[in-house]
């Protein structure tokens, strides 16, 4: 069993940045990569960002040069700096753990940002 742990959501006005990171535990074995996905009401889930364990990182087009995914494979952790924060930013961003053993997911940590 995976159990992903997320903090760092939060208001935060347009143009602001917020910081949110997942801590893993559990059966962690055979990491593929972590990341960040998130849902807006009425939408699908849709990718945030991944980086894998060698730091390789991929972004979504609407985040791009305004987040920042990062890791610390020694603490098992994921961040996820958000800068130039928009109202179409909000949503539930959910962490995510990708391994050989399978994709977990964290409870999920709202993000709204007003305009």
């Known amino acids: 069993q995976v159990q992903l742990v997320e903090s760092g959501g939060g208001l935060v006005q347009a143009g602001g940045s917020l910081r949110l990171s997942c801590v893993a535990s559990g059966r962690l074995f055979s990491i593929n990569a972590m990341g960040w996905y998130r849902q807006a009401p009425g939408k699908q889930r849709e990718l945030v960002a991944t980086?894998?364990?060698?730091?390789?990182?991929n972004y979504a087009d609407s985040v791009k040069d305004r987040y920042t995914i990062s890791s610390d494979n020694a603490k098992d952790t994921v961040y996820l700096q958000m800068n130039s924060l928009k109202p179409e930013d909000t949503a539930v961003y959910y962490c995510n753990l990708h391994s050989v053993l399978g994709s977990y997911w964290g409870q999920g940590s709202q993000v709204t940002v007003s305009s």
């Open positions: 980086i894998t364990r060698a730091g390789r990182a």
